[in-house]
């Protein structure tokens, strides 16, 4: 066979790339919604012979066929608690607090994710990483049942061990004890917490991959960016909070990192351990029932506030939901948008609702941080500034210390909440979870932490953006190009 080659080499290659190539664009054309992805996914196969589909098989390919994902309502009879469903809100619920185009947020949500509105919620924002992990290691530390996290990056650092010899005493004292790292964020430490996890006697996996080969193909590119702990069913956080010294004053000092997670009580905590135990279930085939796993009965009663709904959104059956979700929100608002967000790359659906938005008067403020750690994230957002600065947006670089935190505000009555960035990764391949909040207290609470970012920030000029050189500007939209990738 190797005698072969040299002289018929062109053939053999042109053979590959129709033998690879066709299947590849046939897939191409028939999986994907935009026509955008799809002519370009094939431009890809047909211009790059061989490499190409090897190209769209790995990165290409962004759905997760998992045959264990269920709805809420069938999660709830699988596990014995239908009793929950009492708590689902209904459309006078909502009417008794709210106007009507809130009740057509809760229609949306019910018709895009598979959790419903619940009532009879508790939310309590905590800002900062010392906040937030003294909590949660707080309830690590009293629990009695269970514990669930899933979380995309724990690094093995002060706050990582912090985490993981918590857990290992909480399984040593008998506590079911599971956690899953995204096998992408298990390799943010070389070595992994999961060996020392492991070796503790905790019940750990990795998401899509292993940390030793490495991410699973052909989707090497999805990822669970998802940040959730449940802890005896009764009590659960959530936000975009990774476990990593960087967010800590106390060990980072003065140049830590800011972030915003959620402490949350009531059926929430019912949906969100939906949402991780299903992924659980995914890696593992491990189906976590039985009275450790049994979630508490919540404090307040059915149809009191506040209502909230779990977003899972990702490439599988939730796809796109969580822009669906953003979609509607934008539509909605009467007088005020507030965004933060760390990395802010919406795609032309989203500029679209946020320009239509702020044309027909409504105040669209996106704060977005002066530093960030991804460089050439920050560089393809630039890139696109203008499209909303020419359409009376307006977008702020907050000052201090980067800021991960990912809020919006509508009306100062509605908030959502959670992991997802305004970028194609997190709109398109990654698992994320948000939380759509009705609740006008916290809206305004999350409204104000916007608006005092914006009090000390500086406001992106487009007269500025445009001033730059042109080879500064052509390379930032190089970049942006690259953009649904970063």
Known sequence: ???????????????????????????????????????????????????????????????????????????????????????????????????????????????????????????????????????????????????????????????????????????????????????????YSIPSIVGHLAKGGVDVDVFNGNIIVGLRLPYANLRTHRKILVVDGKVAFTGGMNIRAGFSEEISGKDHARDTHFRVTGPIVTDLFHIASEDWRFTTKELLIGDPWLIATPEKSAGDPIFIRAVPSGPDRSVEANHRMLMGAFSVAHSRIRIMSPYFLPDRELISALVTAARRGVEVDIVVPSVNNLKLVDRAMTAQFDQLLKSHCRIWRASGNFNHSKLLSIDGEWAYVGSSNLDPRSLRLNFEVDLEVMDAEFATKVEALVEAAMASAKPVLLQSLRARSFWVRLLDRIIWLGSPYL
């Open 1 to 187: 066979m190797a005698e072969y080659l040299p002289t018929y080499w062109p053939q053999i290659l042109f053979v590959l790339s129709i033998v690879l190539g066709v299947p590849a664009a046939i897939h191409a054309t028939m999986s994907k919604e935009e026509v955008r992805a799809a002519i370009g996914w094939v431009g890809v196969i047909i211009l790059s012979p061989v490499i190409g589909a090897v190209i769209y098989a790995v990165a290409g390919i962004n759905r997760i066929r998992r045959s264990s994902i269920s709805s809420q309502r069938e999660f709830l009879h699988e596990i014995g608690q239908d009793h929950f469903m009492r708590f689902h809100a209904r459309e006078g619920n909502v009417l008794a607090y709210f106007d009507k185009r809130f009740a057509a947020m809760k229609t949306l949500g019910d018709r895009v994710s598979r959790c419903r509105l619940t009532t009879g919620n508790s939310i309590a924002m905590l800002q900062g990483g010392d906040s937030a992990y003294h909590a949660m290691l707080t309830e690590i530390d009293a629990a009695q049942r269970s514990i669930l996290l899933e979380t995309y990056i724990f690094d093995r650092d002060k706050i990582g061990y912090r985490f993981a010899d918590a857990l290992i005493a909480a399984a040593k004292r008998g506590v079911e004890v599971r956690v899953l790292i995204d096998a992408v964020g298990a390799r």
